[in-house]
């Protein structure tokens, strides 16, 4: 949607090439905080680069200019991505109100039009019914009414110009929807003094945590410090583990992996082999911006941003005590995300999730507890 003046595999290239103007394309995907802070003063210390990115925090840090690639035109605005945000909001509402303005104001010129027009018709029509002498007044009469008609008609035709103007880039995004069961106990998830280890490498210990029913409780840490594998094993894979791990009888779990390399095949086969309903599914997915041609397609495919959405829509379309999501943001677009925001804020499901986006933490978690590595 935007381009802003400003993977691990690229920070070791974007350190070396000091004196090179810099085109980076979404740095921060897979990046921890803790690098994409990193990267973000290293960059606003460079005096030019052109960057893809949509993290708003990320943005706000290192760039001074952003480049907005809108539906009818290409705007360039000085300033980072808030205050960008911000000016478009603020257009987009002056634009929405002048709209439905001109909508009022042109249904009723037209009437006005339309009853003008009728009154001249019918006084031209009384002539051949008045006195000779009368005539020429009767004439004159219709006459000048017609014309106040095509002033009218005249004045109609430019405000529909000018409205046809408006709201071209304003991004239309429709509300989500989700709908959280209600467990009947308040505690869903207790984990006390956990560990987690591979092949005799312990990933984290002495980890303790209480999930409860409500809460939107964000994992924090580092690449490499267990948060997917806490959250599979809070959702019952076989993961290699000390300590005690309680997750309440009966809890229903939806979960989003990190990982979307799996996904082959059809919506329609992938939706059947989830069991949601494939019709709810495309819905969400159509909210989410998807093209209908995307449906025809195999998933193997897609974007590494649509295979995300065809797992969060999934996510949505199932009825869960619990939705356990890991890095639902990495490629996913800003509209996209203040989407996902006000969901979950209109719905407040109960969440446990890792995600890197500071911005969206910020604004949905209401626990935030951290993995030490």
């Not at 005096?47 to 952003?66: E, K, M, P, Q």
């Not at 010129?109 to 027009?117: G, W």
């Not at 996913?332 to 006000?342: L, T």
Request: with cysteine; hydrophobic share 40%; proline share 2%.
């Amino acid at each position: 949607m935007f381009s802003a003046f400003c993977s691990r595999n690229l920070l070791a290239g974007l350190f070396l090439r000091k004196n090179n103007f810099l085109l980076i394309d979404e740095p921060t995907n897979h990046l921890d905080m803790a690098a994409r802070e990193t990267v973000a003063k290293y960059l606003n210390g460079k005096t030019g680069f052109i960057l893809v990115s949509h993290d708003r925090a990320f943005l706000d840090t290192c760039v001074n200019y952003i480049l907005s690639i809108n539906k009818s035109n290409i705007e360039i605005q000085k300033g980072n991505f808030s205050s960008w945000y911000m000016n478009k909001k603020l257009q987009d509402n002056y634009e929405t109100a002048k709209n439905y303005g001109l909508k009022n104001e042109i249904k009723r010129l037209t009437i006005t039009a339309r009853e003008k027009a009728d009154w001249s018709d019918r006084i031209e029509a009384t002539k051949i019914w008045t006195h000779q002498a009368d005539r020429g007044y009767i004439g004159h009469l219709a006459a000048k009414m017609m014309k106040k008609s095509k002033a009218i008609e005249r004045r109609t035709e430019r405000e529909i110009e000018e409205k046809s103007k408006l709201l071209k880039n304003i991004e239309s995004s429709e509300p989500l929807k989700i709908h959280p069961l209600e467990y009947h106990a308040q505690r869903l998830v207790t984990l006390q003094n956990a560990a987690v280890s591979y092949d005799e490498t312990e990933v984290f210990s002495g980890f303790s945590l209480s999930l409860m029913q409500g809460d939107r409780l964000a994992l924090m840490g580092g690449n490499g410090s267990g948060k997917s594998s806490l959250l599979k094993l809070i959702c019952g894979e076989s993961i290699p583990h000390s300590g005690t791990v309680t997750v309440a009888s009966g809890l229903i779990i939806s979960y989003v992996p990190q990982d979307t390399s799996f996904l082959t095949g059809s919506l329609d086969a992938y939706a059947a082999e989830q069991g949601i309903d494939v019709t709810l599914f495309k819905t969400i997915l159509r909210k989410l911006d998807f093209a209908r041609v995307q449906f025809e397609k195999d998933m193997r495919d897609y974007s590494a941003g649509q295979k995300k959405k065809a797992l969060i829509a999934r996510s949505l379309c199932q009825r869960a005590h619990l939705y356990v999501w890991d890095e639902p943001l990495n490629y996913i677009d800003v509209i996209s995300r203040v989407q996902i925001e006000e969901l979950i804020l209109t719905y407040k499901p109960t969440l446990l999730f890792a995600e890197h986006d500071r911005t969206f933490c910020n604004n949905i978690a209401t626990q935030v507890i951290a993995i030490a590595h």
